[in-house]
């Protein structure tokens, strides 16, 4: 069965750091660009930061440039999202996606193409 499953969120206090892993199974992890995506209440969902199949190329929203870093580790089916300097309007669920042979990371992060699969979520709470 394909899973995409979250960790590592929490409740810190702005200007502190977590680190989010996605662990996936149940297909070719190293096949797919991969993506975190947000979506905090009464908001849509938004990209946050991309990395693509091949390539190492990353995206990242403007409003988290400087502050986050997207990883992939193939050898451990994880992708990782490196949060540093966190604001309170970083408040929301985090998921995990994944897409087939994605090499357009922005296009990507803009949801311009339905993903293959999902993740359920891990909840980020920063505090101010």
């Known amino acids: 069965e394909v899973q995409l499953v979250e960790s590592g969120g929490g409740l810190v206090q702005a200007g502190g750091s977590l680190r989010l892993s996605c662990a996936a199974s149940g297909f070719t992890f190293d096949g797919y660009g991969l993506g975190w995506f947000r979506q905090a209440p009464g908001k849509e969902r938004e990209g946050v930061s991309c990395?693509?199949?091949?390539?190492?190329?990353?995206f990242y929203i403007n409003s988290v440039t400087g502050r986050f870093t997207i990883s992939r580790d193939n050898a451990k089916n994880t992708v990782y999202l490196q949060m540093d300097n966190l604001k309170p309007e970083d408040t929301a669920v985090y998921y995990c996606?994944?897409?087939?042979?994605?090499?357009?990371?922005?296009?990507?992060?803009?949801?311009?193409?339905?993903?293959?699969?999902w993740g359920q979520g891990t909840q980020v709470t920063v505090s101010s």
């Open positions: 996606a994944a897409l087939w042979a994605i090499t357009n990371v922005q296009r990507m992060c803009a949801q311009a193409y339905p993903f293959d699969w």
């Open positions: 990395i693509s199949s091949v390539g190492g190329r990353t």
